[in-house]
């Protein structure tokens, strides 16, 4: 996938293919017994025909498969049809449309849109039983571009190592969940120890890194924060409503990468939810490095329908 910095320097990148790439189809995939192996396999597509791509979920997804996957996975489609290595993602939007089967190949079919001067798009459609259940549009823009520069502090919070790894405490039934997302380390960081702002409802601080070290080539850092991005976003509509357990699921995402960054580092994500009326709530995110850079913003809208229970008749 052409088109990122390097994320260890901020350079750009011209050295050997990436690792997140596609192949040509084949046959079965072989047995994953590494965790790592198998997440980088969720990110690695087959390549059908000229910007015609599948992937597969994680074995042990839930009912339903993950839509940062999903999400991820289209960036990569879109990456590997942007032929100018100098063309860096900066920005994509997606929608949710239907919910994906994890025991199904997703198949991406990417449409050209655009290749100017300056920036290139790409249109993302993943689609199982010939139906869409994602459609996203990214935009690369060339490398080197100069302009004015400016970014938001990174407010105060307490260091990650201050916070107890929750896979160390886990049990019960939320012992699945965490075997799912077992290769990131995620802190949400207790509110009573967060520094809130008046001006802001629902507010939540997540620190969070991918647990073992990732390639050096930046698609995989790019690609594994989109994957990441979709985790925890939508808790922060919660945060206000403590005891409040609506339906949720992801409507729409929109990610814009500013500066290059590590995912096997610590990362802050700042998170809010200014607004929910009418069975969905509005939240924002702010991805800062451990260094105070801002490195990316992510904005999303979710369901969040009231519980009703149905009681049979006897």
């Known amino acids: 996938m052409s088109g990122f910095h390097r994320p260890d320097t901020g350079e750009f990148h011209r050295g050997p293919r990436p690792q997140v790439v596609a192949r040509p189809a084949r046959g079965n995939n072989q047995h994953v017994t590494d965790a790592r192996d198998d997440f980088v396999r969720r990110l690695t597509l087959e390549q059908v025909d000229r910007d015609i791509f599948t992937g597969r979920c994680h074995a042990g ?52 849109i655009r290749d100017g001067r300056s920036f290139a798009t790409r249109r993302v ?62 802190r949400i960081v207790p509110r009573d120890q967060m520094e809130l702002s008046d001006y802001l409802v629902a507010q939540q601080r997540v620190w969070f890194r991918y647990r073992h070290r990732l390639p050096d080539d930046p698609v995989s850092h790019i690609c594994v924060l989109a994957y990441m991005s979709d985790m925890t976003l939508l808790g922060s509509a919660k945060a206000a409503h403590p005891d409040a357990n609506p ?62 229970t149905t009681f049979a008749l006897k």
């Open 247 to 308: 339906q949720s699921a992801s409507l729409d995402h929109a990610m814009w990468f500013h500066r290059p960054f590590r995912m096997d580092d610590w990362l802050l994500y700042v998170e809010d939810s200014p607004s929910a009326h009418g069975a969905r709530g509005f939240c924002r995110g702010s991805i800062f490095a451990r260094d105070g850079r801002l490195i990316a913003s992510v904005t999303q809208e979710g369901l969040m329908r009231q519980r009703t």
């Open 125 to 186: 459609t993943g689609v199982q039983r010939g139906e869409a259940i994602f459609s996203m549009s990214a935009s690369f823009h060339i490398a080197g571009d100069e302009g004015i520069e400016h970014q938001d502090r990174m407010p105060p919070v307490i260091a990650p190592d201050d916070i107890a790894d929750r896979r160390d405490t886990v049990s019960g039934s939320d012992r699945a969940l965490f075997a799912e997302w077992e290769n990131f380390d995620i």
């Open 61 to 112: 997804a839930p009912q339903r498969a993950f839509g940062g996957q999903v999400a991820a996975q289209s960036l990569v489609a879109a990456g590997l049809t942007v032929e100018d290595p100098d063309r860096v993602v900066h920005s994509l939007h997606g929608y949710f449309l239907r919910p994906g089967d994890p025991d199904l190949p997703t198949v991406f079919l990417v449409d050209r």
